[in-house]
């Protein structure tokens, strides 16, 4: 059969045969070096994108993006490389790669820094808090302790469902609560208590 017009024919050369990654055992040592190689290529490929970034110009968050990702890479390649070198001791891995990534983080994390140096005070201190003893309680119905022991059991289950177990209370007005209901000893008892110790 001719070739078409126009068509030209080159020889191929003649295919080697590769064999089937499922068949062939790969060692421990080849797992190591896949790995070591994955994370330098992978390093490199991020080292190589994040340099040609004018970072003066990034934002704030693009920055904080970038610093997560610099360091993930960075984590997974030390943590391969050390693998490597236990694997291969005799090898002398190139330096010029962690390096290059370890000055291009500290520069992003400079310009990170440089977002709080530049905030006005007042957004980062924070709002001033007002004592709590100031506010009021609101009103709940609970029962109240005296100090003897055949009232505790009843007392306890009400006020662990009504105050104790309520997530959305601070410890120190579940305190304030709880002295509310106290009378009697009990009430003693707690002050000297509370002297000694902290509650919840």
Known sequence: MAPRKGLTTTPQPPTEE????????????????????NAVRDLQLTVDELSQVVIEGVSESTTKVHIRRLTHENERFRSALEEYQAFFPNEEPDDGLRLAARDLLFRLEEH?????????????????????????????????????????GLFWDSFLSSVHDRG????????????????????????????KTVFF
């Open 18 to 37: 590769v064999e089937n990654p499922a068949t062939t055992a790969v060692t421990p040592a080849t797992k190591v070096l896949i790995r070591y190689k």
């Open 112 to 152: 990170a820094e440089s977002f709080s140096a530049t905030r006005p005070a007042s957004v980062i201190q924070p709002l001033p808090q007002h004592p709590t003893s100031i506010c009021k309680l609101p009103k709940l119905e609970l029962l109240t302790f005296t100090g003897k022991l055949e009232e505790w």
């Open 168 to 195: 959305d209370l601070t410890d120190d007005v579940k305190l304030r609560y709880l002295t509310s209901v106290l009378r009697d000893e009990a009430r003693k008892v707690l002050g000297r208590v509370a002297k």
